[in-house]
Structure formats: structure tokens, C-alpha cells
């Protein structure tokens, strides 16, 4: 527990006040960002800057040339008050004076030093790369020593800390409880958005930034001999463009096929978000041989609890068509689903028009259910019927066995 001073000690509504070093600690580690307040020349100053806490210290990132910096280069440092404050929902009462929101704040009181040992320098750094995001320090060039020089850090000692927090619901008046008016907790988060890689990226986006799923949503590597399947992401846009510029590529396709690769980039969005949504797992598709980028496919509405997934949105250039590639993808993705997801079932849809499609379908092993009709939307806006195939897990070892004969070197295949 830190202890209380006259500077931490609350006067009023302290029931909403804590002391617990483990609890202020998790609040300063979530955050990204603080209010850093100092005075210069009598005057009040507040900077927004990063920081990071690393054991007992709270250190606070910032350049050599700001105000903070240059005073903290006196002998004494540097008193200064430091605030994180995590807005966990709006609460909207019946009265308009018992409106509120749900929060945890810290506020850090001390006096701060002007961090000049080069090492403890670059372990805060490392540091505060690392909680931007894990393993990023290993995953990126470390600073140079004119870059240290021009980056300036004060350590916080964490001693006179206090946290502030509110949790629950609307407190209205018992008379205001009849109003006609709707009352309660909208929840805010921060959350991550979809990677967007810098132009010239051409390297997958690390493990790192995409969220923790469970293992039905997660769109591991998958290697074969003829072909490799990598998470799906902007930096493979220009590439895919080039593989399925093809008008035969896109004859079946629901979606227009794109004109450009930022038409492509734009796709792709869709199936990132998509897959933020939890309703499908997009992967790229490379050519083992070579390294190019071929095609895409997909795990569409995977459903962990009912366990069964579509495999669909496959798309492969038309170079590469009966060359063992679409074959191996399906055994690949096959094997992922029964064996390791504990899938009982898988299906596909195609047009009905497509009869390419189908005998593929037919060949991995797959049963033909029926006809889903007026199900699919074509990019001219007319309705498609849909031919529906599926496979259960009690079929898989047999199918796997005809796919693995196909894929062998000296038979022919059929792709």
C-alpha cells in the first residue's frame, strides 16, 4: 500500500479512493498516454506524453528541448504531478445532475530526474517499445546514439500515488425513478483497429498485432510442397491485384472485380474486417516454388460451438490452375479443420453455373447436399443459386487419402 499524504488524500467521495500499489499499477501499465503538469516561471504547464513504468519508476518519454526536460536538468530535478485517467463508461441518469461516467484514474505526485545513464536510458526505451507492443524491441532497429541524445526521459519515483475510481450504475433520486426517461451504462473500450501496413511493407503483419482469438479464428501459416498459406493482409494488395487480374478469375464472383490494386486493397479490407467480426478467416496463398503470391481463400462463418466452417472466397490466378496448388490448399485447410480444430463438418458454395467449380469440389471428396436458390448477390445485382457441398469428419480419412494419392508426384492432377 502507498501511504497517504496531504497531497493523496481525498476530501471527498473517498470511498472511491485507493492505495493499492497492485492497482495502480495495472491502471499506469494499460494506459498509453499521461498528463504530465509542472510549473515554469510560476506559470501552470500540462504536456500529453508516453511513458511507461518499469518496477517502482514511472518513466515519462519527451525531447531534449521541451520545457520539463531543460528544468529537470538542475541538480534538484524536477516536482511534478502526473495523471492517467481510463474512461470505462458513460452513465446517463434520469436527472441531468446525476449524469457521470465510470472510471480509473491515477495521479503521481514527486520529483522527477532527468534520466543521463545511456543504458538505463535504453532499457526504458526498450521498455516502452515493448508495451506499444510485445516483442516489438527484437522486431525493430534500437536507437542510434545521436537518436539517445535527442531523446530526453525523467524517472518518476512512485511514492506518493493514489487511485481514483467509479464502477456501477446510474445513482438517481428515488423520486426521479418513475421519469419516463431511459437511464444506464453505455460501456466504452479502446480497442485496435485493422493493421495498415506503411507503403513499400511486404512482410506479413507480426503475431503481435493481431488480437488473441480463439484458434477457429486465427489464420496460422499453413506449408505445403506446392503452396503456402499466410494471413491476409494490406501489404499483399499490389501482388494479388497482378495474380487474379484475370476476367475468368472473376466470371463467378460476387463481389466487382477490381480495376487497380488499391480496388484489391480495398477487398482485402473488407475480409480483415470480416474476420474482426469473427465471420471469416482470409489467407493469401503463395506459391511454395517460387514465393508468389497466387490466390485467397477462406474459413467462412466458422462456428466453434457448432463445429462446422465453410471454406470459400477462393480465388486463385489462372496460371496456376492444375498445377497441384488449389488441391493441396483444400488438403491443407481440411487437415486444419478436422485434425486440429475438431471441425464435425465443412461445406462450400459455388454457383450452379459453375461447373469448373464443382467438379473440383466433387473431387476433394465432398458431398453435393442440394441447391441453395436466389441465395448470393452478384456484383450486377441479380441473385445466384448456389450448389451446396459439405464433408463430415467421419469422411476425412478417406478423402484425405485420394487427396494425398492426387498430390503425388507421379500421379496426375486435377486441380
Not at 450486377?380 to 484425405?400: C, I, V
Request: hydrophobic share 40%; with cysteine; aromatic share 6%.
Amino acid at each position: 500500500m502507498y501511504p497517504r499524504t496531504e497531497r493523496t488524500t481525498a476530501t471527498r467521495m473517498r470511498d472511491r479512493m485507493s492505495y493499492d500499489e497492485a492497482t495502480a499499477h495495472a491502471v499506469l501499465d494499460e494506459a498509453y498516454h499521461s498528463a504530465l503538469s509542472f510549473v515554469v516561471d510560476g506559470e501552470p504547464r500540462v504536456l500529453p506524453t508516453l511513458h511507461v513504468r518499469v518496477g517502482d519508476t514511472l518513466y515519462l518519454h519527451g525531447s531534449t528541448g521541451s520545457r520539463p526536460l531543460l528544468a529537470a536538468r538542475g541538480g534538484d530535478g524536477l516536482a511534478i504531478c502526473v495523471a492517467v485517467t481510463h474512461i470505462d463508461g458513460l452513465v446517463l441518469a434520469r436527472a441531468q445532475f446525476n449524469h457521470s461516467a465510470n472510471y480509473r484514474s491515477v495521479v503521481v505526485h514527486g520529483t522527477a530526474r532527468l534520466v543521463t545513464d545511456e543504458q538505463e536510458k535504453r532499457d526504458m526505451l526498450t521498455a516502452l517499445v515493448d508495451k506499444v507492443a510485445a516483442g516489438r524491441s527484437t522486431d525493430s532497429r534500437p536507437p542510434t546514439r545521436r537518436e539517445l541524445a535527442e531523446t530526453a526521459v525523467l524517472a518518476l519515483p512512485l511514492r506518493e500515488v493514489s487511485v481514483r475510481t467509479r464502477v456501477g450504475g446510474v445513482n438517481d433520486e428515488p423520486a426521479d425513478l418513475d421519469l419516463p426517461y431511459w437511464a444506464g451504462v453505455v460501456p466504452l473500450r479502446l480497442t485496435a483497429g485493422v493493421p495498415e501496413p506503411d507503403a513499400g511493407v511486404d512482410v506479413p503483419v507480426p503475431a503481435y498485432l493481431r488480437p488473441a482469438r480463439s484458434p477457429w479464428l486465427e489464420p496460422v501459416v499453413l506449408r505445403g510442397a506446392h503452396v503456402v498459406l499466410e494471413p491476409l493482409d494490406l501489404s499483399h494488395a499490389e501482388e494479388l491485384y497482378a495474380a487474379l487480374d484475370d476476367p475468368e478469375v472473376w466470371r463467378y464472383v460476387g463481389s466487382p472485380r477490381p480495376t487497380c490494386a488499391n480496388e484489391m486493397a480495398g477487398l482485402i479490407r473488407a475480409a480483415l474486417a470480416d474476420h474482426e467480426r469473427g465471420v471469416r478467416v482470409p489467407w493469401v496463398q503463395r506459391s511454395a516454388a517460387t514465393g508468389a503470391v497466387v490466390g485467397t481463400t477462406s474459413y467462412y462463418q466458422p462456428d466453434e460451438g457448432l463445429r462446422t466452417m465453410e471454406i470459400g472466397f477462393t480465388q486463385l490466378g489462372r496460371a496456376w490452375w492444375r498445377t497441384g496448388i488449389n488441391t493441396e490448399a483444400k488438403l491443407l485447410l481440411l487437415t486444419r479443420a478436422f485434425e486440429e480444430l475438431a471441425a464435425i463438418r465443412v461445406t462450400w458454395q459455388t454457383s450452379t453455373l459453375n461447373e469448373r467449380s464443382q467438379r473440383a469440389i466433387e473431387r476433394l471428396g465432398a458431398t453435393r447436399e442440394g441447391t441453395l436458390r436466389s441465395n448470393r448477390r452478384r456484383a450486377d445485382g441479380s441473385w445466384r443459386d448456389s450448389a451446396l457441398y459439405s464433408m463430415l469428419a467421419a469422411e476425412w480419412p478417406n478423402a484425405q487419402l485420394r487427396l494425398r494419392e492426387r498430390l503425388r508426384p507421379t500421379a496426375p492432377v486435377a486441380s
